[in-house]
């Protein structure tokens, strides 16, 4: 249905959709195309340098930024195709194991990262799952997440602008990044729109927006009314790509991807205002050499979001506003290879974020990778 109705929006000039991938149409199956061939080198050199460099002895990565890049990289793999009972797989399950707390969390000690940490964590352990070994884990898991949501375990009037998002810190101040962790998360364990947790997501996730609308009345949006997505309008609002000169909140690509994935797994169509705002402004930014509004601060993290975004929209061709397709999984592809390091790995040089760790930007780049596989 997602599918069918892209067309419309198509005819808009904004997103073009095919009725079935022309990838191999007029190649033999017998024969991996080119785009095969480089993607399965790229994810086959990436899991050989968690192997070989990446891991440490106790199957963790990067320890010392606690257990969500080793969550990530374990993610990442176990999407490329490795199972649980892969040597290299099993030893960061048991590591991310030690940290499973009697709340249900899945964090460090004393950790201000309790959301982000779990819901890493929720989704490497589900695709860890095939043989339910970890349902018990998960259930109690998903209870910890949906309990630290505003509006979860605290009741809360749905007019507080804190209302459904999630937030890190020790004020739990919301903001799009989390509550968009906190829908994987869900949508990893099988939550979909009827889930209350998710429908609370959404109402902060709108709000995000720079769209005037029903569904925000934030001061924010009519300042700066471009469709795309900041940061936060919590504790006075924030954008990581700073303010207009009308004290509106600028957009910026990773959190316009975000927010539509996020507006996705809440169940909102092509046909929903908000939707055709947000896509409307990413036809307006198509860009893979950087983060559209931030530059190369938190490019990988961008290209994750891109990819996961535009695939959960089912969209195989995405037409800019000037009317021309893109193959966008080729596209990544290509600039992902192109920036894949001898030894398998990626790092950003602008290492904001985190992006200077090479296990996490890695993780990321590998994730990203999944999507671009042909249907």
Same mark, same amino acid.
């Given at each position: 249905?997602?599918?069918?109705?892209?067309?419309?929006?198509?005819?808009?000039?904004?997103?073009?959709?095919?009725?079935?991938?022309?990838?191999?149409a007029d190649s033999p199956a017998k024969?991996?195309?080119?785009?095969? /061939?480089?993607? !399965? !080198?790229?994810?086959?050199?990436?899991?050989? #340098?968690?192997?070989?460099?990446?891991?440490?002895?106790?199957?963790?990565?990067?320890?010392?930024?606690?257990?969500?890049?080793?969550?990530?990289?374990?993610?990442?793999?176990?999407?490329?195709? /490795?199972?649980?009972?892969?040597?290299?797989?099993?030893?960061?399950?048991?590591?991310?194991?030690?940290?499973?707390?009697?709340?249900?969390?899945? $964090?460090?000690?004393?950790?201000?990262?309790?959301?982000? !940490?779990?819901?890493?964590?929720?989704?490497?352990f589900t695709a860890a799952n095939a043989?339910?070994?970890?349902?018990?884990?998960?259930?109690?898991?998903?209870? $910890?997440?949906?309990?630290?949501?505003?509006?979860?375990?605290?009741?809360?009037?749905?007019?507080?602008?804190?209302?459904?998002?999630?937030?890190?810190?020790?004020?739990?101040?919301?903001?799009?990044?989390?509550?968009?962790?906190?829908?994987?998360?869900?949508?990893?364990?099988?939550?979909?729109?009827?889930?209350?947790?998710?429908?609370?997501?959404?109402?902060?996730?709108?709000?995000?927006?720079?769209?005037?609308?029903?569904?925000?009345?934030?001061?924010?949006?009519?300042?700066?009314?471009?469709? *795309?997505?900041? #940061?936060?309008?919590?504790?006075?609002?924030?954008?990581?790509? *700073?303010?207009?000169?009308?004290?509106?909140?600028?957009?910026?690509?990773?959190? +316009?991807?975000? *927010?539509?994935?996020?507006?996705?797994?809440?169940?909102?169509?092509?046909?929903?205002?908000?939707?055709?705002?947000?896509?409307?402004?990413?036809?307006? =930014?198509?860009?893979?050499?950087?983060?559209? *509004?931030?530059?190369?601060?938190?490019?990988?993290?961008?290209? =994750?979001?891109?990819?996961?975004?535009?695939?959960?929209?089912?969209?195989?061709?995405?037409?800019?506003? =000037?009317?021309?397709? =893109?193959?966008?999984?080729?596209?990544?592809?290509?600039?992902?290879?192109?920036?894949?390091?001898?030894?398998?790995?990626?790092?950003?040089?602008?290492?904001?974020?985190?992006?200077?760790?090479?296990?996490?930007? +890695?993780?990321?780049?590998?994730?990203?990778?999944?999507?671009?596989?042909?249907?």
């Open positions: 249905m997602f599918r069918l109705s892209l067309l419309a929006v198509a005819m808009a000039a904004i997103f073009a959709v095919t009725a079935g991938s022309s990838r191999g024969k991996p195309s080119s785009d095969a /061939r480089l993607l !399965e !080198e790229s994810v086959n050199k990436a899991i050989e #340098y968690f192997r070989t460099q990446g891991q440490a002895a106790d199957g963790s990565y990067s320890a010392e930024a606690g257990p969500a890049v080793t969550a990530a990289v374990t993610t990442s793999i176990l999407m490329a195709g /490795r199972t649980a009972d892969d040597p290299l797989v099993a030893k960061s399950l048991k590591y991310l194991q030690g940290f499973v707390h009697p709340d249900g969390g899945i $964090y460090a000690d004393k950790s201000s990262h309790q959301n982000y !940490e779990t819901c890493l964590a929720i989704q490497c043989d339910k070994r970890f349902d018990q884990l998960l259930k109690h898991a998903e209870r $910890y997440v949906k309990d630290l949501q505003w509006g979860g375990k605290e009741p809360l009037d749905k007019s507080n602008v804190n209302f459904g998002g999630a937030g890190y810190g020790n004020s739990k101040r919301p903001d799009l990044s989390n509550t968009s962790f906190l829908l994987d998360a869900l949508k990893s364990i099988g939550r979909g729109p009827d889930d209350e947790a998710v429908q609370r997501a959404l109402v902060f996730v709108s709000r995000c927006q720079n769209l005037e609308t029903e569904y925000n009345t934030t001061p924010f949006a009519a300042k700066n009314p471009d469709g *795309g997505f900041y #940061y936060t309008p919590a504790a006075g609002g924030s954008s990581q790509a *700073g303010n207009t000169p009308e004290g509106g909140l600028r957009s910026y690509a990773s959190m +316009t991807y975000a *927010g539509l994935k996020s507006m996705i797994f809440a169940g909102l169509g092509p046909d929903d205002p908000r939707v055709k705002a947000a896509t409307k402004w990413l036809a307006q =930014h198509y860009d893979l050499e950087q983060n559209p *509004g931030m530059g190369t601060a938190g490019l990988y993290y961008y290209y =994750h979001t891109f990819a996961k975004a535009l695939s959960a929209a089912g969209v195989d061709e995405f037409v800019d506003d =000037h009317g021309k397709k =893109h193959n966008w999984r080729r596209d990544l592809l290509t600039e992902l290879a192109g920036r894949q390091k001898s030894n398998g790995s990626w790092v950003n040089e602008n290492s904001r974020w985190l992006e200077g760790n090479p296990n996490l930007v +890695t993780a990321y780049a590998l994730l990203a990778l999944h999507y671009c596989r042909p249907h």
